[in-house]
């Protein structure tokens, strides 16, 4: 059996002037970041490099963001997140993203490609404080959809929460093993293979932008979405939810969503990346 890959990234970005730097990046293991770009000016683009290309059984990827005061954070990874077949090992990624006041981040990976056989489990922590705010999402493929690969076999664990000074804005825990009926239940995933999920927190997420954005949303038999906003004292957020049959249109929808949000939520207007283009 080979070898496990322990890998961990930490980055911590800071206000120089009018212009976002990376004051900090550690890393171990094959887990690192490309020289940070400045398409934007002062926003700070960092793209997250995974060299073996795709996660394995045993492995186990640490990601640590912390934005401070008064910066803006884009990160990108190259390419999607493959979980490979896992021998009967887990493997794991976990997030963990920190938006200071005053501060905002841009959190748009590609997708995790989820093979038959994997047993993946991808957790994400966001702490937004007063002030803050962050627009990010994750998407995931079961079975390797361009090689007519089904995911037959195999576990998916997905843990994402949301906290603001410590109390929690939404939390989702979810197990999905390959032979779950929930795959082809209506309430469930409905024959769907693919799942996103966009979230936007700060301030100016409100039920007025949740009602404009449901309204850009599609309802067709093999793509679906649907929008919420939740809110408490401190912080507010709008969660959409999607499921379809292809990637790309999934993608498309969530790219047109933060295109939408972009704005509202940071008071910067949308601009698509180039990874995007590629």
């Known amino acids: 059996m080979p070898p496990a890959w322990q890998a961990s990234l930490r980055l911590r970005f800071a206000a120089r002037g009018a212009r976002t730097v990376l004051a900090v990046r550690q890393h171990q293991g094959p887990l690192m970041v490309q020289k940070p770009l400045y398409p934007e000016g002062g926003i700070c683009h960092a793209v997250i490099l995974h060299p073996p290309a795709g996660v394995a059984g045993g492995d186990s990827l640490d990601i640590t963001l912390h934005a401070e005061t008064g910066t ?66 994750d998407a995931v493929v079961l079975g390797r959809q361009a090689s007519g690969e089904q995911w037959a076999r195999g576990s998916l664990w997905l843990d994402t929460q949301v906290r603001c000074e410590g109390r929690a804005l939404w939390i989702e825990q979810s197990h999905l093993d390959a032979a779950s009926p929930l795959r082809g239940a209506v309430p469930g995933l409905d024959g769907m293979c693919v799942l996103g999920t966009l979230w936007a927190v700060g301030s100016a ?43 790309e249109p999934v993608r498309q929808l969530m790219v047109d969503a933060w295109s939408a949000l972009r704005e509202p939520i940071h008071g910067v207007p949308a601009r698509p990346l180039r990874l995007w283009a590629t």
């Open 205 to 247: 997420a409100t039920q007025e932008l949740a009602e404009t954005l449901a309204e850009r949303l599609p309802l067709t038999a093999d793509l679906r979405a649907g929008v919420t906003c939740l809110s408490s004292p401190a912080q507010s957020m709008l969660l959409l939810r999607v499921l379809g049959r292809q990637m």
């Open 72 to 137: 803006h954070a884009v990160i990108a990874t190259p390419g999607a997140t493959k979980w490979y077949k896992s021998l009967g090992r887990d493997a794991s990624q976990h997030v963990r993203l920190t938006v200071d006041e005053g501060a905002r981040l841009d959190w748009l990976p590609q997708e995790n490609i989820v093979f038959d056989d994997a047993r993946a489990r991808i957790a994400t922590e966001l702490a937004v404080a007063p002030g803050g705010s962050a627009i990010g999402w």
